[in-house]
């Protein structure tokens, strides 16, 4: 199949009525947890894993992806409207949205960030769909030196740009690579620190630690701050939603800025939407002629890094199809939902599953429309979510992460492991430990055990391995300068978090 | 410097250690050219064990700027273990009780009691909560829902 057929085949994948209304649940129910803060895409879709079972391949993977690119859609309004992000990757968006809410705008500042993720949504898939027949050519080349050298990358990218110190991140992330080394071990066949807890025995899964990490923890900790729960929304209608003539000039070349620099950040492990919107933020106010007045209610401030957070959600999806790498804990996630349904992606996945590959592509074409649909005429109604009270969205986020972790194997153990996440994850916020590079060493810990191993055997015991293929050579000097800049530059470093 | 690293650290030591003997203990290490099973493990422990030696003496040195939130801020610790407490009485009595019964008692202790809502209400949401949810999961998504000893 040539390119053009390819795509056109993908659509005739999305049109099936199935995946048409999975596609439109997906970006629904993506717009109505990025609305409600308290509960995020990962979360979700950990929790609609073990039902996606029952739905096709293509299927699944259609609706688990608009619950991804729909959440970083939603995440703005509350962000917007309440000054609270409803996505991580909506933080930056609080900054310039909500002072364009407080000036009586709210309406053109909904209909930046709507169009400036549908710009950068579909210009994304158009790279998608370029740069992951390239990569997959690439990718068939890799060896086990390439994918340690890539995802020790990944490890230390995440950490380095961590909100807490780079010690801390590296402690959470090899104990991520610890927690991923329980159960049976794939070389020796070894049971692991499972003793004779069954179980263990497949080792810990990705969906309880990520629901209690991110499900429970993000309770626990919202229920401290539950006397002040009703939010102040702004008041009055939001009116005069589409941009001025004035707008547009602005809003057009900064959503372009933001989709670019969003996709490549997109593609790196570790990186993803939070980066981007945060890079193109500072890239903005950087170019600006006026950056002092960034945080009074600047369109650029709403459209870059909006359209980042959306064009990276494209550029995480080239690794995974590509390489078989997950970049961020959703990719992980579908990584999961890939295994149900028994696929591997990776560089073959174009040839043996074109209805898999093209079919997501062209649901990100329709999805990205389902979604300027439900968030311009709708945004209304999204305003109602908000007015939820945290006393009754609590339970049923809590029910909602019991039913998800019972359901994966009929069993009382995947909850208690799910409270001793939640527990971690409550901890180590106070303490200040982020748990990001801990998911991602829990998702890439036996694939980098066994790439490790597997070099190791190959060289005789020689880490020269790592230096003398080229590919590798690369992303290991990369780590170990990205190791070193904190040393180098440490006393620079404490100004500028003080700044911050 | 957040107020618990030296706490925080130490357990992290704690734990590094805890792993370097687990797998010294239970699993072979190999060498390079063989790597066993506890390779890759005792490398996460010997990592571990270095850098919370490292924030731990980083956290000693450096009082003078302390950050992050107190974990015993007034009312929050009583919310939260009883939220722990919930989860944990929700897994032991799943199984036993079964969903609609569990997650029917549970909830409405959780509107009663966290949530702070009068009996009627919380009665109302709690069988709400437990009837939609068991439509959604049980009947539409086909998961699987324990029975317990009532049979329901």
Redesign the interface.
């Known amino acids: 199949m040539d390119f053009y057929q390819s795509i056109l085949y993908g659509f005739q994948v999305v049109f099936q009525p199935e995946n048409l209304f999975l596609a439109f649940m997906g970006c629904l129910i993506g717009t109505l947890i990025g609305v409600l803060p308290g509960i995020g895409a990962p979360a979700t879709i950990a929790l609609l894993l073990p039902g996606s079972y029952h739905l096709p391949p293509a299927g699944a993977i259609i609706l688990l992806s608009g619950i991804y690119y729909g959440a970083m859609y939603g995440g703005s309004t509350t962000s917007i409207l309440v000054n609270i992000p409803g996505e991580a990757a909506s933080v930056i968006t609080c900054l310039d949205g909500y002072q364009m809410a407080r000036q009586g705008r709210a309406g053109p500042a909904l209909a930046v960030c709507a169009i400036g993720s549908f710009i950068a949504g579909t210009l994304s898939v158009v790279g998608l769909m370029l740069v992951g027949p390239f990569l997959s050519g690439i990718a068939l080349s890799f060896g086990p030196p390439e994918y340690t050298a890539l995802m020790l990358t990944g490890f230390v990218i995440l950490t380095y740009l961590a909100s807490s110190s780079m010690p801390k991140a590296l402690i959470m992330g090899a104990f991520g690579l610890f927690l991923s080394t329980i159960g049976l071990d794939n070389i020796s066949g070894d049971i692991r620190f499972a003793g004779s807890i069954v179980e263990l025995w497949d080792g810990v899964g990705l969906v309880p630690i990520v629901m209690g990490l991110f499900g429970v923890a993000e309770v626990l900790l919202n229920l401290e701050q539950m006397a002040g729960e009703s939010a102040e929304i702004l008041k009055g209608k939001i009116k005069h939603l589409f941009p001025t003539r004035e707008d547009w000039g602005k809003l057009i070349p900064a959503s372009l800025r933001g989709t670019i620099i969003g996709f490549f950040l997109g593609i790196l492990p570790g990186g993803g939407a939070v980066l981007a919107s945060f890079v193109s933020y500072g890239v903005e106010k950087k170019i600006s002629k006026y950056p002092e007045k960034f945080g009074t209610g600047m369109i650029e401030g709403v459209a870059s890094p909006e359209s980042a957070n959306n064009s990276a959600v494209g550029g995480a999806f080239i690794p995974l199809m590509t390489l078989g790498i997950p970049t961020n804990i959703v990719m992980a996630l579908l990584l999961g939902a890939f295994m149900i349904h028994g696929i591997s992606p990776g560089p073959m996945i174009m040839k043996q599953h074109p209805d898999i590959f093209w079919g997501l592509i062209a649901s990100m074409y329709v999805g990205n429309i389902m979604l300027l649909i439900l968030n311009l005429p709708l945004v209304g109604l999204w305003v109602q979510v908000l007015r939820i009270p945290y006393r009754v969205l609590f339970p049923l986020i809590l029910l909602f992460c019991l039913i998800g972790v019972y359901s994966l194997t009929s069993s009382t153990i995947e909850i208690y492991i799910m409270i001793i996440f939640g527990v971690i994850g409550y901890l180590t916020r106070k303490t200040q430990y982020d748990a990001a590079p801990l998911v991602l060493a829990v998702v890439l810990g036996p694939m980098f055990e066994n790439a490790l191993r597997q070099s190791l055997m190959m060289s005789g015991g020689s880490l020269e391995i790592f230096f003398s293929r080229p590919i590798s050579c690369i992303f290991i000097v990369l780590s170990i300068f990205l190791l070193l800049i904190p040393l180098i530059f440490r006393r620079k470093l404490p100004a500028a978090t003080d700044e911050t | 410097m957040?107020r618990?690293?030296p706490t925080?650290s130490f357990i992290?030591l704690l734990?590094g250690l805890g792993?370097i003997l687990?797998s010294l203990m239970?699993?072979?290490v190999g060498?390079?050219?063989?790597?066993?099973?506890?390779?890759?493990?005792l490398f996460?422990?010997i990592?571990?064990s270095i850098?919370?030696a490292?924030?731990f003496f980083?956290a000693k040195r450096n009082t003078q700027k302390i950050?992050?939130?107190s974990?015993y801020?007034e009312?929050?610790l009583v919310?939260?273990l009883s939220?722990?407490g919930i989860?944990?009485v929700?897994?032991?009595m799943?199984?036993r009780l079964g969903f609609i019964v569990t997650?029917f008692l549970v909830?409405l202790f959780?509107?009663k009691k966290?949530?702070?809502?009068s009996w009627f209400i919380g009665i109302l949401?709690s069988l709400i909560?437990t009837g939609s949810?068991y439509f959604i999961?049980g009947y539409l998504?086909?998961?699987?829902m324990?029975r317990g000893w009532l049979g329901f």
């Open positions: 957040n618990y690293d925080s992290w734990v792993i687990w239970t699993l072979k060498t390079f050219r063989h790597p066993g099973p506890a390779f890759v493990p996460c422990g990592v571990i850098l919370a490292i924030v980083q950050t992050g939130e974990i801020s009312g929050s919310k939260t939220t722990i989860l944990i929700y897994g032991l799943l199984e997650t909830f959780i509107f966290v949530s702070g809502t949401e909560v949810s999961f998504l086909k998961t699987p324990p």
